[in-house]
């Protein structure tokens, strides 16, 4: 099995280092500055266990080195997808499949577009992690789970296998027979964490402690499952009030990567988090009253720089 990973942030990092150290025969689609840096030290992966370095990472920045792959991993920021799709081009064979991690709900269809809808498996991951510098990779927490999963009326053995190949680089990694339900699930987990992280300012422990921030955090997660119920998946009654029992067991000082990026000036991906959510309820006629004032509010820094006073 051959991989590709096009992305070297924070988890297209992670899983190179760990395919790297394994008999995985996998290949990391990196830009400069990543891209000079991993060729002359590889990837080191800081977590709680200690320091690992991976020396013998396969690294470039032209695709068409690599050949076929069985599968691409999109790891990159979600106004990349469609670049980035174009740019593997090169590497897609006959029964490539393609898997994106990255956040929310809006990934695989953006990818499809490109590269044929019926390659796309579902996927995402519950991990902490993130770049500290160009090579240079902070796991947060040693506990991880990435879950993939094909859609209805599409191959179930190419989920299978690719969850077999994260397995052999040591990846906890599941196969979901309903990823589109769990892909909603995960999505309202993530806009509600990310939009209160990153407008409050604050990590989530004051957040989910305050009655009123959790009422809001609350409300956010409802309005994703209204929009998803909506656009037809199927979706439990209580999926907020279960996704807060999850925010209740995460780390106290944990901020959602788009409170990451405001602080550091950098780009949001909030047109695709509680923006996305804003606008398929506007399609759908469903109120997202909470999404659309988060969107409001953060509108003045998506694209990472503070607005002049």
Not at 299 to 305: H, V
Request: proline share 4%; hydrophobic share 45%; aromatic share 4%.
């Amino acid at each position: 099995m051959k991989v590709a990973i096009i992305g070297a942030g924070g988890l297209g990092g992670f899983l190179v280092a760990k395919f790297a150290n394994s008999k995985i025969d996998a290949t990391l689609i990196a830009r400069e500055p990543s891209l000079s840096a991993i060729r002359s030290n590889g990837i080191v992966l800081n977590s709680p266990a200690g320091r690992v370095s991976a020396k013998n990472v396969r690294v470039t920045d032209n695709p068409a080195e690599v050949g076929a792959v069985d599968f691409v991993i999109f790891a990159v920021k979600l106004w990349d997808t469609e670049a980035a799709a174009r740019s593997v081009l090169p590497v897609i064979g006959p029964n490539t499949a393609l898997i994106s991690f990255q956040n929310g709900v809006h990934k695989d269809e953006l990818i499809g577009k490109v590269l044929g809808r019926e390659r796309v498996l579902g996927g995402f991951a519950e991990i902490s992690v993130r770049r500290e510098g160009p090579g240079i990779i902070q796991l947060t927490s040693e506990k991880h789970r990435f879950v993939v999963g094909s859609y209805p009326g599409r191959d179930f053995d190419s989920a299978r296998m690719f969850a077999d190949v994260m397995r052999g680089g040591g990846i906890n990694c599941v196969v979901s027979n309903k990823i589109e339900s769990e892909l909603w699930e995960e999505y309202a987990l993530v806009v509600g964490v990310s939009a209160m992280t990153a407008a409050c300012q604050q990590t989530i422990g004051p957040i989910r402690q305050d009655p009123a921030a959790r009422e809001l955090l609350l409300d956010i997660m409802e309005e994703v499952a209204a929009v998803g119920r909506a656009h037809g998946v199927t979706l439990s009654s209580t999926l907020a009030q279960d996704n807060m029992k999850v925010i209740d067991s995460l780390a106290a000082d944990l901020r959602a990567s788009m409170a990451v990026d405001l602080a550091n000036e950098n780009r949001l991906e909030l047109p695709w988090l509680s923006g996305g959510v804003a606008a398929l309820g506007k399609d759908l006629s469903i109120p997202t009253p909470a999404n659309r004032a988060i969107s409001g509010i953060l509108s003045l820094y998506a694209q990472g720089k503070r607005p002049a006073s």
